[in-house]
Protein backbone atom coordinates (compact mmCIF):
# COMPACT_ATOMS: atom_id res chain seq x y z
CA UNK A 1 0.00 0.00 0.00
CA UNK A 2 1.43 3.50 -0.94
CA UNK A 3 1.78 5.79 1.63
CA UNK A 4 -1.06 8.31 -0.34
CA UNK A 5 -3.36 5.94 0.07
CA UNK A 6 -2.55 4.80 3.52
CA UNK A 7 -3.32 8.47 4.88
CA UNK A 8 -6.72 8.57 2.78
CA UNK A 9 -7.48 5.33 4.47
CA UNK A 10 -6.34 6.24 8.36
CA UNK A 11 -8.53 10.14 7.31
CA UNK A 12 -11.29 7.81 6.75
CA UNK A 13 -11.04 5.39 9.89
CA UNK A 14 -10.55 9.23 11.61
CA UNK A 15 -13.49 10.63 10.35
CA UNK A 16 -16.06 7.49 11.55
CA UNK A 17 -14.21 7.38 14.96
CA UNK A 18 -15.38 10.67 15.33
CA UNK A 19 -18.73 10.08 14.61
CA UNK A 20 -19.16 7.29 16.67
CA UNK A 21 -17.15 8.82 19.73
CA UNK A 22 -20.23 11.98 18.87
CA UNK A 23 -22.69 9.71 18.97
CA UNK A 24 -21.70 8.13 22.07
CA UNK A 25 -21.80 11.56 23.75
CA UNK A 26 -25.27 12.35 22.44
CA UNK A 27 -26.83 8.99 23.92
CA UNK A 28 -24.84 9.63 27.29
CA UNK A 29 -26.58 12.84 27.39
CA UNK A 30 -30.14 11.67 26.47
CA UNK A 31 -29.56 9.14 29.05
CA UNK A 32 -28.65 11.38 31.72
CA UNK A 33 -31.76 13.95 31.06
CA UNK A 34 -33.74 11.16 31.05
CA UNK A 35 -32.42 9.78 34.04
CA UNK A 36 -32.78 13.13 35.96
CA UNK A 37 -36.84 13.25 34.42
CA UNK A 38 -37.03 9.73 36.00
CA UNK A 39 -35.67 10.97 39.54
CA UNK A 40 -37.84 14.25 40.05
CA UNK A 41 -40.65 12.00 38.70
CA UNK A 42 -40.37 9.45 41.23
CA UNK A 43 -39.69 11.88 44.05
CA UNK A 44 -43.09 13.35 42.95
CA UNK A 45 -44.44 10.22 43.19
CA UNK A 46 -42.97 9.47 46.36
CA UNK A 47 -44.46 12.91 47.58
CA UNK A 48 -48.01 12.21 46.48
CA UNK A 49 -48.29 9.07 47.94
CA UNK A 50 -46.53 9.58 51.29
CA UNK A 51 -49.53 12.50 51.67
CA UNK A 52 -52.31 10.34 50.12
CA UNK A 53 -51.02 7.93 53.16
CA UNK A 54 -51.04 10.67 55.22
CA UNK A 55 -54.92 11.56 54.59
CA UNK A 56 -55.74 8.12 54.99
CA UNK A 57 -54.21 7.85 58.27
CA UNK A 58 -56.36 10.79 58.87
CA UNK A 59 -59.52 9.90 58.02
CA UNK A 60 -59.56 6.71 59.74
CA UNK A 61 -58.64 8.33 63.22
CA UNK A 62 -61.48 10.91 62.27
CA UNK A 63 -63.98 7.73 61.48
CA UNK A 64 -62.33 5.76 64.64
CA UNK A 65 -63.04 9.07 66.83
CA UNK A 66 -66.42 9.53 65.35
CA UNK A 67 -67.36 5.84 66.02
CA UNK A 68 -66.13 5.68 69.59
CA UNK A 69 -67.89 9.46 70.45
CA UNK A 70 -71.19 8.01 68.04
CA UNK A 71 -73.88 7.05 71.22
CA UNK A 72 -75.05 4.04 68.86
CA UNK A 73 -71.94 2.86 69.11
CA UNK A 74 -71.33 3.15 72.52
CA UNK A 75 -74.41 1.12 72.93
CA UNK A 76 -73.38 -1.98 70.75
CA UNK A 77 -70.07 -1.87 72.64
CA UNK A 78 -71.75 -2.05 75.87
CA UNK A 79 -73.84 -4.77 75.12
CA UNK A 80 -71.27 -6.87 73.62
CA UNK A 81 -69.63 -6.78 76.97
CA UNK A 82 -72.42 -7.73 78.95
Known sequence: ????EFKIVLE???EKFET???GHKLLNENLHRRDEENRLEH???REGVLSVRKDVFDLRKDLTDHRENTELH???K???VS
Do not use: F, T
Open 1 to 4: MKPD
Open 12 to 14: DIN
Open 20 to 22: LIE
Open 43 to 45: KQL
Open 74 to 76: AVK
Open 78 to 80: RKK
